[in-house]
Nanobody, 124 residues
Framework: QVQLVESGGGLVQAGGSLRLSCAAS????????MGWFRQAPGKEREFVSV????????YYADSVKGRFTISRDNAKNTVYLQMNNLKPEDTAVYYC?????????????????WGRGTQVTVSS
């Protein structure tokens, strides 16, 4: 089992920044690819970003590319999502997730463990 707890969400004006954190406990954190997803009201959960176990490889949704940066600190069992130049359409609950394999990492079904999420609200 892996337990994931997100933090860092909040209310920010358009153009502002937030840094989300996801603290992991349980099994060896560095064994897992870590992803961020988000879900807005009435919409499906969508892929935001994923990072390899080593942190060398990262991938982003087109909607956040160039504005968001994913990183991880395996010594601290934590993955981060730095979000800059936020837009109202970024408003959602943000979830971190852990995957044991590299299959379907852009799909929620590719992940084995999930946090409970943190709310991000961007005002215009």
């Amino acid at each position: 089992q892996v337990q994931l707890v997100e933090s860092g969400g909040g209310l920010v004006q358009a153009g502002g920044s937030l840094r989300l954190s996801c603290a992991a406990s349980g099994r060896t954190f560095s064994d897992y690819r870590m992803g961020w997803f988000r879900q807005a009201p009435g919409k499906e959960r969508e892929f935001v970003s994923v990072i390899s176990w080593s942190g060398i490889s990262t991938y982003y949704a087109d909607s956040v590319k160039g504005r968001f940066t994913i990183s991880r600190d395996n010594a601290k069992n934590t993955v981060y999502l730095q979000m800059n130049n936020l837009k109202p359409e970024d408003t959602a609950v943000y979830y971190c997730a852990a995957a044991r394999t590299t299959v379907s990492l852009r799909s929620p079904g590719g992940y084995d463990y999930w946090g409970r999420g943190t709310q991000v609200t961007v005002s215009s």
